[in-house]
């Protein structure tokens, strides 16, 4: 099973709303990662999860809310959206985040985010 | 810091025939890897094909192979015998293999349609 599941495929949320996406994997992974991608631009890598444990925060604001209950689920809580923040929200995962070797990362399908 | 370039922001090709999509990039390492991700239209990334600095053979996956020029930081994808199926956007990839983990540098993307 090589498959990275996410929902909702679609969430629509007002700038005073709180929502949950929710990410998993069941391939033994030891790396999840939150992306946030615009429409026609590469995925911008927000959190990157190790062991559990939050690795990397791409300096994103604080109304993003990672959280990863254990190895197979990722959280991404969102509280106080602005508009332009709507973007299509990738998950991936891979066997190792620090390793010399090239894991390859696997991506979900994405929540399309939209804020009103 | 790494940049990855494809300056063909569209490209077409006719089912059945060859294209190449072009990736430079530009990097002081010697050590890395570097790989064609591929996003159709349901918007799941997927890995093509990928390419370890260290080895001169050309990468190649069935329809799919490069053309790694190291000197040059040229890694171009060749797809052959286009199917219908291939019309996505490709985003060539950058990983270091030193210390900075399993990070992606995405070039900006290259969107291809396939002609029937």
């Known amino acids: 099973d090589t498959e990275v599941t996410q929902t909702p495929k679609h969430l629509v949320m007002g700038m005073t709303n709180k929502k949950s996406l929710k990410c998993e994997q069941h391939m033994g992974h030891r790396a999840m990662y939150w992306y946030k991608q615009k429409a026609k631009k590469p995925p911008e890598l927000m959190f990157v999860?190790?062991?559990?444990?939050?690795?990397i925060n791409e300096s994103v604001p604080s109304r993003f809310s990672p959280e990863c209950p254990n190895s197979s689920l990722l959280n991404l809580h969102l509280h106080a959206l602005q508009p332009e923040d709507s973007a299509l929200y990738l998950c991936?995962?891979?066997?190792?985040?620090?390793?010399?070797?090239?894991?390859?990362?696997?991506f979900g399908p994405g929540t399309r985010l939209t804020v009103t | 810091a790494q940049t990855v370039t494809q300056s063909q922001p569209e490209m077409s090709v006719q089912e059945a025939e060859t294209v190449t999509l072009s990736c430079t990039y530009d990097?002081?390492?010697?050590?890395?890897?570097l790989f064609w991700y591929k996003q159709p239209p349901s918007r799941q990334m997927i890995l093509v094909i990928r390419q370890e600095a260290y080895k001169q053979q050309n990468a190649t996956e069935n329809r799919f192979s490069v053309n790694f020029q190291k000197a040059a930081k040229s890694f171009s994808l060749k797809i052959s015998d286009s199917q219908l199926g291939d019309a996505a956007m490709y985003f060539c990839a950058y990983r270091s293999a030193g210390t900075s983990g399993s990070r992606l540098t995405f070039g900006e993307g290259t969107q291809l349609t396939v002609n029937p």
């Open positions: 999860y190790s062991y559990e444990k939050l690795s």
């Open positions: 990097t002081s390492e010697s050590d890395y890897y």
């Open positions: 991936a995962s891979s066997q190792a985040w620090w390793d010399r070797v090239p894991y390859e990362q696997y």
